[in-house]
């Protein structure tokens, strides 16, 4: 594992969106496999920024995302499809038919899961994958549990989650209950890794995760096991790191 520590959240950003950019520019046909949550967002920022000014060109990219809210329309402005449009895919190149997310309204979990997973094997897997950290160790929303689950499937989300993400709603009862999401075997096919992680409320979580015994009770801390891991993490995040 490699770990980058930068001073700060904009630092952290502009080191991953250097990680990336360098990724499409050496192989500009790569499948991308892209996070949601407000660390991510400043990364995004930045690759919209390069695109304008001619520096990035994502027309062979094509991305798959980690995962989505189960009973949220496309058109809710809190469902990650809306994220990334929003973030993402509506400032930069990426030809229409290649961003894939899980489909938040199919009732079908089963039927869902399956063809989200079929549809990344299709594609050859990912050539890196973006994550966020979830205070509790989740990665997608792969929640503490007693295995590691394997491929893409529906989850129940823990209270801890929901009320981490009840801030983007008017309400905690307005947190769906749910989500799709890659599995972690899923996340460790991925040929390379990039993390992100900030802020000091989230450096119990680093130190446990990539520092602590590889448990399902911390997602993240597979990640250990993977070849090629980057974490890119600012100061505070890094701060119960000797």
């Known amino acids: 594992m490699k770990i980058y520590k ?16 360098a990724q499409v520019t050496l192989k500009p ?9 407000s660390t991510p967002i400043g990364t995004y920022e930045n690759l919209v920024k390069w695109y304008e000014d001619g520096d990035l060109d994502f027309s062979g990219i094509t991305t798959v995302n980690l995962d989505e809210y189960k009973g949220l329309p496309r058109d809710n402005d809190q469902s990650y499809y809306y994220f990334m449009h929003h973030h993402l895919f509506d400032h930069v190149n990426i030809p229409d038919g290649r961003t894939h997310l899980p489909d938040g309204t199919k009732e079908d979990s089963d039927q869902e899961c399956r063809q989200y997973e079929e549809l990344i094997q299709s594609l050859g897997g990912v050539d890196l994958q973006l994550l966020g950290l979830g205070h509790n160790g989740h990665i997608g929303f792969n929640e503490p549990d007693d295995i590691f689950p394997d491929d893409t499937h529906c989850v129940n989300l823990q209270e801890r989650t929901i009320e981490a993400n009840k801030r983007f709603f008017a309400s905690a009862d307005e947190v769906p209950r749910q989500a799709y999401t890659m599995g972690i075997g ?9 993390i992100v992680v900030s802020g000091a409320d989230k450096a119990d979580t680093v130190k446990e995760a990539f520092f602590g ?6 997602p ?12 890119v993490a600012d100061e505070a995040a890094l701060s119960k790191i000797d």
Request: hydrophobic share 40%; no cysteine.
């Open 29 to 37: 046909d790569s499948i991308l496999g892209l996070a949601t949550g």
């Open 220 to 231: 993240a801390s597979i990640l250990q096991l993977h070849p090629d891991v980057t974490l």
């Open 213 to 218: 015994p590889i448990t399902p009770k911390v």
């Open 186 to 194: 899923t996340i460790m096919r991925a040929k390379k890794i990039l």
């Open 6 to 21: 930068t001073k700060n959240y904009e630092e952290m950003s502009r080191k991953a969106a250097h990680i990336i950019s």
